[in-house]
């Protein structure tokens, strides 16, 4: 008698895994475990940089030192372009948009790799998938928060001065944030599917450096794209990016209050993104482990 009712209390607290189901799961009961498993995340991100020796001290130095030295190979060239006219501003500019730009890198690489990187995780665990990107999200975020310490004393050395408008620039580094966790879950995704996406993933990363306001300001690649084909200049805003990052080196490295237009442009494209990434992850996160 005892036996039978074991057996029948463990049979009723069994869950059913169905990989094979697509489509959203039921959204409450997802974001409640995603919150009480945050701690798990939080774990997974700290074995993460522990593995990638980032909380060493070498480690967390070469964090800073790899844009760092990119960042003395790029302003070299573009000094040489420019015939000597890039200043000490360029430099600072170029160093803050470094930073910013290898933190939002990071978090859509790391978090494109994460769910196949974790397949061993999702065939003996059962936690909402999502944890996996927002994992990856968060050692990004940790390993950019050092930058931010150096970007400061480059600041200063340099001969920039505080201003008030870089107490918005939180806004574009929130902006960013959301809009590398949404690209992060949706490469995540595809990843599952289309293994050669992270041998595409680098040099997709490396054209959109160039192609956002980090190696040059913002007014300068307008400026250059209306010389050439007319008053064409509002097309930079279809990169995300230009948005984003151009709001964040105005308000931080420039001190100015950047266009209306790189407000709504960034909110435009970072919280749509989110929202399309998240529900495109969960609504497949089901069938992961058999394509794994």
Not at 24 to 48: G, I, K, N
Not at 136 to 162: C, D, I, K, S
Not at 263 to 277: E, Q, R, T
Request: include cysteine.
């Amino acid at each position: 008698m005892n036996a039978t009712r074991l057996d029948e209390d463990f049979t009723s607290s069994v869950h059913v895994y169905e990989p094979h189901r697509k489509g959203l799961p039921r959204l409450r009961p997802y974001f409640r475990a995603l919150w009480e498993r945050r701690q798990f995340a939080a774990e997974m991100s700290r074995a993460s940089m522990r593995a990638a020796n980032t909380n060493t001290v070498f480690g967390q130095i070469w964090l800073v030192l790899n844009p760092l030295l990119l960042a003395c190979v790029y302003f070299t060239l573009v000094f040489i372009l420019r015939g000597g006219n890039a200043g000490p501003d360029f430099f600072v500019h170029l160093v803050g948009g470094l930073f910013a730009f290898f933190y939002f890198s990071g978090a859509l690489q790391t978090g494109a790799s994460s769910v196949v990187g974790g397949g061993k995780l999702l065939l003996n665990m059962s936690f909402p998938r999502l944890l996996l990107p927002l994992a990856a999200l968060r050692t990004a975020f940790f390993r950019f928060l050092p930058t931010l310490l150096v970007y400061f004393v480059l600041h200063f050395t340099f001969g920039q001065r505080l201003h008030w408008a870089m107490l918005l620039a939180p806004y574009f580094l929130l902006m960013l944030t959301l809009f590398g966790a949404g690209m992060g879950m949706i490469f995540a995704t595809i990843q599952v599917y289309f293994r050669d996406a992270a041998s595409f993933l680098p040099y997709m990363v490396r054209i959109w450096l160039y192609m956002s306001p980090v190696l040059w300001f913002p007014e300068v690649g307008i400026g250059r794209l209306e010389s050439k084909f007319g008053d064409v200049g509002e097309i930079m805003y279809a990169n995300p990016l230009f948005s984003i990052l151009g709001g964040w080196g105005e308000t931080l490295v420039r001190g100015e209050v950047p266009p209306l237009g790189m407000w709504i442009g960034a909110a435009a494209w970072a919280i749509p993104v989110l929202v399309i990434g998240a529900i495109f992850f969960m609504s497949r996160e089901r069938e992961f482990v058999v394509r794994l």
